[in-house]
């Protein structure tokens, strides 16, 4: 592994992306990576090296880490220094399709900054690698539980990938946060069971969908840490690398109770990819991908 430069995970993105801030730092989720960004035919390559900033999430925090804000890279703001200028905001999440064809979607707030009342795949900024991130956000957006006929086999279910941290305590908190949060609005039959569900279990990774997807590969201070096939789009005008990764479910959507897995209470619904949900507001990433 390569040595940590005196910046530190807070200031600079080589190290943040050494070291990522646990949960329980208070910056956890705070601050992101930036990264250089060569995109190719069906191929696009990320370069973090130590000497590049993080970027903050809000002024207070970048102006006491000197780093840019998100708002800043977005928009070019002229405060960054020129050599920074050309660093990306990158962000990564998770394209999950059910064998009867059918996407797990969230309805953005009416009050988002950006692409407000939009749909939206679970995904948000990269503060670790492409496949951590985009596993870290599709266990905390989507609650997924599996239902089917047979109780005793009902369970929620947090998504797993080889060689990442285990999912399986938040996923523990998010039930109950969401077995009380239907009793509160009022389906009693459906907190019963919430609560009657077992503790969360990992499910592998399902397969990635095999073809026409794009490469993506990560270097760290030069050298290859990952590798990853999914779904790629450069947004100018945010200055963002949309990153998704593909995957199916094994099961058909109807055997699964979908909701919003963060606090919000988002609308959440399975879609099926057509002109019905073409005509609905969506992500600029979404509709570039699905229609
Ligand atoms: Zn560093």
Redesign the pocket.
Known sequence: MTA??????E?????LL?APLPVEHPHYDQVYLLGLVTSGYARTQVSIS??MPTVAATPALAEKLGVPTVSDVRRGAPSIPPRHRELWLLSSGVLLLSRDGKLPLLRRDAGAPTAAGAWTEPAGRCDRSFAATGLNELNEELFLALLGPDPERQRVVAFQARGLPDALPGKELQRARVAERLVSAGHPGWDDLARRLKAAETTQWLLPEGSGLDELVLFHDGAEIERLRGASLLDRENHTLEWRLCYRLGLPADHWLLLDGEDYGREARWWTPGPELAAQPLTPALRYWLT
Not at 4 to 9: E, N, Q, T, W
Request: aromatic content about 0%.
């Open positions: 940590s430069c005196r910046l530190g995970p200031r600079c993105s080589a190290c050494q130590h000497g």
